[in-house]
């Protein structure tokens, strides 16, 4: 059913079964990015000990405070999870995205464990890369969930949960 051309457009997000595809759009979104900006804060600080790199805090020199090694294993890693999943994302988002969520929650949970510093690390950038997976899998599924006349409305809230989730655990780790 159309919108009423009167309605403001954030508005329009909490009408009837909108309301009901906006509040937990914006759940795992906020907390998606949360969880993916603690997961890359970790498996860069967990790399870099790995190769006995210093941390941010053993550091002299500007130049040896940017970890490039980190950097490129966990982008080499989310480009290579969201690829797979691209393939995998016609099958079924929402199981998709739930099959993303517990694979990440599993590797995040491993990292409890006594593990050695490369099992660590592994652990690491594959929790890292899943949730970066999951979260290109929620901005699709976000693009479904509105009608054309609000889709970017909706799709582009979700995404500024996503960021206030990272800001806010940026706080937190």
């Known amino acids: 059913r159309a919108l009423r051309r009167e309605t403001p457009r954030p508005?329009?997000?909490?009408?009837?079964?909108?309301?009901?595809?906006?509040?937990?759009?914006?759940?795992?979104?906020?907390?998606?990015?949360?969880?993916?900006?603690?997961?890359?804060?970790?498996s860069s600080l967990i790399v870099a000990r790995a190769a006995n790199e210093p941390t941010p805090s053993e550091v002299r020199h500007c130049s040896e405070a940017f970890d490039y090694r980190g950097l490129a294993l966990g982008s080499a890693a989310e480009a290579t999870a969201t690829f797979l999943a691209s393939?995998?994302?016609?099958?079924?988002?929402?199981?998709?995205?739930?099959?993303?969520?517990?694979?990440?929650?599993?590797?995040?949970?491993?990292?409890?464990?006594?593990?050695?510093?490369?099992?660590?690390?592994?652990?690491?950038?594959?929790?890292?890369?899943?949730?970066?997976a999951a979260g290109a899998v929620a901005w699709a599924f976000a693009a479904e969930l509105y009608p054309t006349e609000i889709r970017a409305t909706g799709a582009s809230h979700a995404a500024a949960c996503s960021r206030l989730g990272g800001a806010i655990s940026s706080l937190l780790v």
């Open 11 to 42: 508005l329009a997000l909490w009408i009837g079964t909108l309301g009901r595809r906006t509040a937990p759009l914006w759940a795992v979104s906020f907390c998606l990015g949360g969880a993916y900006l603690a997961a890359a804060t970790l």
């Open 87 to 132: 393939f995998a994302i016609d099958a079924g988002r929402r199981r998709l995205l739930a099959s993303l969520l517990v694979a990440s929650a599993a590797e995040l949970a491993l990292l409890a464990a006594p593990l050695t510093s490369i099992g660590s690390a592994l652990a690491s950038l594959f929790a890292r890369a899943v949730l970066f």
